[in-house]
């Protein structure tokens, strides 16, 4: 008999890997040409992203994460690293954690490829994305499924959808709140 062991995936957006036109194009590209994102046929759609778009948008959008990148990378993943950091110190060395973006690096094939190579059998998919959405939540999903297209061995999988509710969610907004405003 299998022994289960739990990991958990935690899932944000994305970001370019450098604060340059060609690493933003190449993110944008990615991330614009989701269907979950944007949902207009391609056959109208490409001509203007990669005709229009990507070539005029890129440098614009390079110049804004030149103003935001940190030593640490662009703010997105910085502050995913520390949450992934936080959560594996609090679950322990038991459970595996792994941080995986839709589009861009470190991408979700590879976060999944760690947390299996560790002999996770259970699978926590955490969308860092408190309320549901098709482009945000439902996007994983499907990059899940590609990522675990071609595994012999796939993990049981348990999918937290949105936690925007939840009261301890809720308490830690509060809380958040409450420090600012003493401040």
């Avoid at 110190?89 to 995986?100: C, H, K, N, S, T």
Wanted: a positive charge; charged letters at 15%; aromatic letters at 8%.
């Amino acid at each position: 008999m299998r022994q289960h062991k739990l990991g958990v995936l935690m899932v944000n957006l994305g970001t370019p890997e450098a604060p340059t036109p060609q690493a933003v194009k190449r993110y944008l590209a990615q991330f614009l040409s989701d269907r979950r994102v944007v949902d207009t046929p391609r056959w109208l759609w490409w001509p203007l992203l990669y005709g229009v778009i990507l070539p005029l948008r890129s440098p614009r959008v390079a110049k804004l994460y030149r103003s935001v990148w940190t030593v640490d990378g662009s703010p997105l993943l910085a502050i995913s690293r520390r949450q992934e950091h936080a959560l594996a110190m609090r679950l322990g060395e038991d459970i595996p954690v792994a941080l995986g973006m839709s589009y861009g690096s470190p991408n979700l094939g590879s976060a999944l490829d760690s947390l299996l190579s560790q002999g996770v059998t259970e699978l926590v998919v955490l969308p860092m994305y408190p309320q549901y959405s098709c482009s945000t939540t439902a996007a994983v999903w499907d990059g899940l499924a590609a990522a675990l297209r071609h595994t012999r061995q796939m993990p049981g999988i348990r999918f937290i959808r949105d936690f925007a509710t939840h009261p301890l969610y809720i308490a830690a907004l509060k809380q958040r709140v409450e420090q600012t405003f003493a401040a």
